[in-house]
């Protein structure tokens, strides 16, 4: 008898350490390339005004401040894919689909929405919106021209936020980081090209770094929402509306 539950214990213990073993890989697999992918996505404003830095303080400055506005829509858009992602993964966990298509194209709709009302303010009031953060006109100036053409990037932003998010609530959260690490790469090789003027491509300063980012955020959107429909026609989730 004793041997019988000396046994059962053994096995229970076995089931148990097998089962956190199995939890904290999950853990791993899915926080690992969440953290990273956050960290970069906040590198490519780093990466501007680093490369910038070498044609002044004021196109730094420039950057800085079509950055901070920038940076607000971010806030925002990842305000919606956090939202986002509570309610599909909570729709997933109980195997309704239909809820989770749902849920992923009302939020995508909130954030396209988002994007292009960020870009209006972007595009037709950019000196307004400069002229809250200085009063410097060569700053703004700078500012207003970077800022224009980065407001192009906010609308494939706003649909790769919320495909990310879907992904890693399919469990596939290394996806979206192998298309955020390519896109880094990319942006900072045309900013290297566009800033500078280099191997024969003209010499924008500040409109390159912009124009380089926008460019890097279009492709790495292309490239997540291609990732999502083959994840989708293989595991055949996520029904249409």
């Keep these: 008898m004793m041997e019988e539950y000396s046994c059962n214990e053994k096995l229970s213990y076995e089931k148990l350490s097998f089962e956190k073993l199995s939890f904290e890989k999950n853990v791993v697999r899915i926080a690992l390339p ?21 044609l002044g303080s004021s196109s730094i400055a420039g950057i800085g401040l079509g950055g901070k506005f920038a ?49 209006a303010l972007c595009v037709l009031f950019p000196q307004r919106i400069m002229a809250v953060y200085t009063q410097d006109e ?30 890693r609530c399919m469990e596939k959260a290394a996806l979206p980081l192998y298309a955020s690490m390519f896109a880094l790469l990319l942006n900072t090789g045309l900013n290297y090209l566009l800033i500078f ?19 890097a955020q279009t492709i790495s959107c292309v490239v997540i929402v291609l990732f999502f429909i083959a994840v989708r026609k293989k595991t055949r989730a996520l029904p249409s509306m």
């Design 138 to 167: 060569m700053t703004k100036a700078l500012a207003v021209r970077y800022i224009r053409i980065l407001a192009v990037s906010f609308l494939p932003m706003a649909v790769s936020s919320i495909v990310t998010t879907m992904l």
């Design 71 to 119: 940076s607000l829509y971010a806030v925002v858009l990842a305000a919606i894919a956090s939202a986002a992602g509570i309610m599909i993964s909570q729709y997933m966990g109980r195997k309704d689909e239909a809820s989770a298509a749902k849920s992923f194209y009302v939020n995508l709709g909130f954030a396209v929405v988002l994007a292009a009302g960020f870009m």
């Design 34 to 54: 969440v953290t990273l992918q956050s960290l970069l996505q906040s590198s490519f404003s780093v990466i501007d005004q680093v490369m910038i830095g070498q």
């Design 197 to 215: 003027g280099k191997w024969n491509f003209p010499q924008m300063g500040v409109e390159g770094a912009a124009l380089a980012s926008t460019a």
